[in-house]
């Protein structure tokens, strides 16, 4: 049990489509992640929340739109994906302490099929 | 900018066999390394971690130097079980405006047989 809970945990949806994917961490951190995993390719990062402020956008085209409500909660926001699109989306969250050494703790991803 | 190369997967191992996954680093300045572990199915874990140069990490049998000579933060363990299976990734961390930006590398998939 990481702390770190995703929803849904698998989800097919069409081109036209709008879905929200949603993380939730109950560690008291500061900072979270969304992270894209595809096959065959490294772990990318796409978007950074430090005490609810967006520190980093990856060049993640538009039709991917995040919201950090709270130091709590992270979502995604989905429309018009495309098929390439298809990957595990994961989120992550830290301490977000700076300068520090810190260790990112993952949930468990929600699978994405654009079909 | 920062990357990380990990050895190329899948491994395929025996039970009780030795094992080295090589990572290679590029980064500027003094970033602390990381091994996680991604079992099927889940999300990632943090397996071991080292902050410094010379620095060890290990947990569950699974160790790893920071050699800052060699850019270099090999995994190893003395005895893999079936159990071990599993996507190993090497990564580096970098801060950017308080918050940590993982780097990582392609992942290598263990695979170990009875």
């Known amino acids: 049990e990481t702390g770190v809970t995703q929803t849904p945990r698998h989800l097919v949806m069409g081109m036209t489509n709008k879905k929200s994917l949603k993380c939730e961490q109950h560690l008291g951190h500061n900072a979270m992640y969304w992270y894209k995993q595809s096959a065959k390719k490294p772990l990318e990062l796409m978007f950074v929340?430090?005490?609810?402020?967006?520190?980093e956008n990856n060049s993640v085209p538009s039709r991917f739109s995040p919201e950090c409500p709270n130091s709590s909660h992270l979502f995604l926001h989905l429309h018009t994906l495309q098929p390439e699109d298809s990957a595990l989306y994961l989120c992550?969250?830290?301490?977000?302490?700076?300068?520090?050494?810190?260790?990112?703790?993952f949930g468990p991803g929600t699978r994405l099929l654009v079909l | 900018g920062d990357s990380v190369t990990q050895m190329e997967g899948p491994v395929t191992l025996s039970e009780e066999a030795f094992l080295t996954i090589n990572c290679t680093y590029t980064?500027?300045?003094?970033?602390?390394l990381f091994w996680y572990v991604q079992y099927p199915g889940e999300g990632l874990q943090l397996l071991l971690k080292?902050?410094?140069?010379?620095d060890k990490g290990s947990n569950k049998g699974f160790e790893a130097t920071y050699r800052k000579e060699t850019t270099s933060f090999h995994l190893e363990k003395g005895s893999v079980q079936v159990s071990d299976s599993a996507v190993y990734f090497c990564?580096?961390?970098?801060?950017?405006?308080?918050?940590?930006?993982?780097?990582f590398g392609q992942g290598t998939r263990l695979t170990i047989n009875p």
């Open positions: 992550a969250s830290s301490q977000g302490t700076p300068g520090g050494q810190e260790t990112q703790y």
């Open positions: 929340y430090n005490f609810k402020e967006q520190t």
């Open positions: 080292a902050t410094k140069a010379d």
């Open positions: 980064a500027t300045g003094y970033p602390s």
């Open positions: 990564a580096l961390s970098d801060l950017i405006q308080g918050a940590q930006k993982l780097v």
